[in-house]
């Protein structure tokens, strides 16, 4: 991966409007990591690559008809399964790390353990692996499992983690911190022991 310098990526997200504070999930007090410049790197090398996945994921399925807004529960269905194959095909190399590259595993990793450090950290953990599918096989550009509830994402955990763009989210699996997008409701990355005590 090229290094970018500090000086190049910060002129890069202001150009975009992106704020620092957003940009770093600086959303509670006292969980800023030291040495801001690699974070913002770690945090722009991700965005670029939810971008890369984001443009993909319109080019591909431009061509595929949208569901009217009286569509019914079938038409919805086959909607997102042509969503589902098509972005599929055009990710048929995908490995873990495609987007969660390793700068922003690091990154990741030591936001949320600085989270879960906090006070209030075992509760917060306790309310997140109340319907935390333990043992469930995800894989990338598989589906999420039918049937299998998704953890809940309390808002302050959120907040330490970098945006995300529409129709994307971050969910816990077992251990795993996996990036969702609930529109083709498959797994498109995920960052193995993002939870931590588990």
Not at 35 to 43: C, T, Y
Not at 76 to 86: K, V
Request: net charge neutral.
């Amino acid at each position: 991966m090229r290094v970018m310098s500090s000086f190049a990526v910060a002129a890069m997200m202001l150009a975009a409007g992106t704020l620092l504070p957003a940009a770093l999930g600086m959303g509670q007090a006292g969980t800023r990591p030291q040495g801001p410049e690699p974070q913002l790197a770690a945090v722009a090398d991700f965005q670029q690559a939810l971008g890369t996945y984001v443009e993909l994921r319109s080019k591909v399925t431009a061509r595929i008809k949208p569901v009217p807004n009286d569509g019914t529960p079938a038409e919805i269905d086959d909607n997102q399964r042509q969503i589902s194959q098509a972005i599929v095909g055009a990710r048929a190399g995908a490995r873990p790390g495609a987007i969660f590259g390793p700068a922003a595993q690091a990154y990741i990793r030591a936001r949320l353990l600085a989270e879960f450090r906090r006070p209030d950290g075992p509760a917060v953990r306790s309310s997140i692996l109340d319907e935390n599918p333990v043992g469930t096989p995800v894989r990338i550009n598989g589906p999420y499992p039918d049937g299998i509830p998704l953890s809940s994402m309390p808002p302050h955990v959120l907040d330490v983690l970098p945006k995300l763009p529409e129709d994307l989210e971050y969910r816990f699996v077992g251990d795993r911190l996996i990036l969702f997008d609930n529109h083709a409701h498959l797994v498109i990355d995920y960052i193995d022991r993002a939870l931590p005590g588990l």
